[in-house]
């Protein structure tokens, strides 16, 4: 996987991946923060990042245990240390799924399936964050 990232001006940046995708990402620039930022931060990118990809892992599990799932949404709240590196130290991650007549039981497994086995990028940021989540489930089926 590569990725190349170019400074623009200000604190504003452009990333490309080598898939081809690109995103303008940075923070508030000029002398007292007054230029508005372009895009997200790189750390609301990784907290963006995580969510994405635990939601891919429990939408994919859903989907192949047959459940008729419609929509996932996830919900992250998180907290950052306050000195240098200002590495994330809580994550809590709320999903929303909807779908006709759901398993309860199949969605808490997805869930949990995603955020202890397969979601890389929630088990890099478990090496520094408690990483926390719970569920809903809204059945569409009435």
């Known amino acids: ?10 604190r504003t940046f452009v990333g490309s991946t080598e898939s081809g995708h690109k995103i303008v990402f940075g923070t508030a620039s000029g002398p007292d923060g007054t230029i508005p930022k372009p895009g997200p931060s790189p750390m609301e990118l990784v907290l963006i990042g995580a969510g994405g990809c635990s939601s891919y892992d429990v939408v994919n599990i859903l989907e192949k245990g047959r459940e008729a799932v419609e929509d996932c949404v996830v919900e992250m709240d998180a907290d950052r240390a306050e000195t240098d590196p200002k590495v994330f130290t809580r994550i809590h991650m709320h999903f929303i799924v909807k779908g006709r007549a759901l398993s309860e039981a199949k969605v808490k497994r997805a869930i949990d399936l995603s955020i202890e086995k397969y979601c890389s990028a929630t088990a890099m940021l478990a090496k520094t964050a408690t990483v926390t989540h719970d569920f809903k489930v809204i059945d569409t089926s009435a």
């Open 1 to 10: 996987m590569k990725a190349r990232i170019k400074w623009v001006e200000g």
